[in-house]
């Protein structure tokens, strides 16, 4: 097993939106077994909590957007299941168990598919794209792996 900082993480709704969830602390597990299952633990304050409640409707199967190491790096998506919430003194401790759904090769083809939904075409997209390339904003993989 190999264990990494949980930098930052989102939950994906299920219209497809971005919800962001402040980490206090962060913990990722690749546990490099045969189904290619991660763990992954965030610290969160009540409000992030309430938000987190909000934003997954109450369900335990959650498509999430996260960090790993640095901030400039990459998010990576998950399908995961919610193990176990638990309270800790004024924090919230929330335990997810899930597999990557797409990675680094796949962000520039969402990051294109992104911005010609946003109408861009022509040297306006080409100079948005290598931009945004570089900056690496995060976008939602949900859409694409819904297809």
Known sequence: MKSFK?????????????VDIEL?????INKEDEQNRWLLEGFINKENYDLLLQATQGKYHVRIQVVITKKENTPATFDTEILTIKQVDQYYSVLFEGCIVSNQAEYAGLLLEDLITKGLDGDHLIGEFKEKLQLRPRISAAKKNHM
């Open 24 to 28: 206090t602390e962060g913990l990722i």
């Open 6 to 18: 949980l930098v930052s993480l989102q939950v994906v709704t299920s219209e497809e939106e971005l």
